[in-house]
């Protein structure tokens, strides 16, 4: 039995130099080999269906889907029903719906479970059908190479299948796409009208047909801002003012830029809207470049122009609340008191290029009404309070602003501080003083700081022009 052993172990140990001796000779030939390639695993699914998907009962529905990477090495799915009594799903994702209810159809590659996708399912007893489509913008325009998207509503809402098809009847005037965008055609210098029908896709044969306008491009020969360079507050918006030539030039055509969008942004109807204190150069330009204007808007410490929305920085102090209403801060007192204030938190002032400090509030009934200014110094906190307003100007609409002038040492009672220039102040509070009528609220209307008293009456005699 040794001998016997010790031959086959001989024969072996033979068998394995011939193959080592084998690979390396192939090894030492000038040969290549393909490799082994790579398994690609399946990453996504997408389900091309509505979500939520609503099935009659006993009908059943193939769900169409699509895979990626397309060359994945195995695109078999595995297909799920949170809930087979309300309706069940096989292996090649056609549903059928038993009961009445809701349930999620689940599907995931079955190599590594990466790709995974949910349809929610709602199983009805009857079918709802459109009536009625209505397309908004209600009189449509666009102009020739423009987009515009059209927004169409189904009557009832509670419709089954909620889903339009859009077409054109006149493609050479203007397109439309599967979600309603429409592209205008260029005609030269000819206004025309295309056609555009929308329909239900649920059978109801319900449809319209919505003329929009198609305007042409008159181009841009020359563009001018209006008025001098604007110093504008933190958070501030507002529309630059400008002039093309000629006036009927189309101004959609315009690009605007900002050579620093993190202190001032523009959007493509050359709105502004300031970020941080400093400069930025606004651009209006034509599409090809070939036309332009500039602007440098500026960011300025000390400037204050507080309205709309930008209000609601102001908070109430004493527990009361405040809301927007129809562009005024209406401040509501908390129940059983009579005085709501506002810190507005920290903000800079400039007694030098903005002495003017207004309020416009729904004030009249007031006994008083006035500022504190919190100042941080080094480590010493100063507070200027009892900064009464000593003017008042009445207005049309039946309000007040109530101004006082920072410059003027003891106007507010700050002894003069504000009269050095740019000043920080670490809280801004607008204080309401003991309303005797006991009503429950008061309205601000804006907050703003002026050159001067003139161009603060100048802005009083435009609001009640406007």
Known sequence: MKYNSLQIKNVLWSLLILGLSAT???????KTYEPLGEAAILTEVKLNVTDPLRLLVGTDSLISYSLSPDYATTKELVWTSD???????????CITAHKVGETNIRVQSKVGYVAMAILKLQVISEIIKVTDIAVTPEMPEVFATANLQLQATVSPATATYPAVKWTSETPDIALVSENGVVTGIANGNEEATARIRVSATDGSKVTKVIEVKVKPIIPVEAIEFVGEEPELALKETTKLAYTITPANATVESLSWTSSD????????????????YGEAEITAAT??????????????????????EALLAYSPTRGGTTKMDDGKLVVTYKAATNREDLNR??????????????????????NSFWHNIDLVQGT????????KYKTFINTKDGNRICYVNLSIPGEDNTGGYFSEGEKYADRFIINS???ASKTVSYDIYWVKT????????AYIASEETE
């Open 450 to 457: 002026f050159k001067s008293v003139e161009e603060l009456e």
């Open 433 to 435: 003083g003991e309303n």
């Open 261 to 276: 969008e993190t202190v001032v942004s523009v959007t493509n109807e050359g709105i502004v809207t300031t970020h941080a």
């Open 345 to 366: 938190g920290g903000t800079y002032f400039n007694a030098t290029k903005y002495p003017i400090l207004a309020v416009k509030a729904g004030c009249e009934v007031m």
């Open 83 to 93: 809930d087979e009594e309300i309706a069940s799903v096989d292996a090649e994702g």
């Open 380 to 387: 010493k906190f100063y507070s200027y309070k009892d900064n």
């Open 287 to 308: 599409s090809d470049g070939t036309k332009a204007a500039k602007m440098k808007v500026s960011v300025v410490k000390g400037r204050i122009n507080d309205y709309g």
């Open 24 to 30: 390396f000779g192939a090894c030492s030939e000038d």
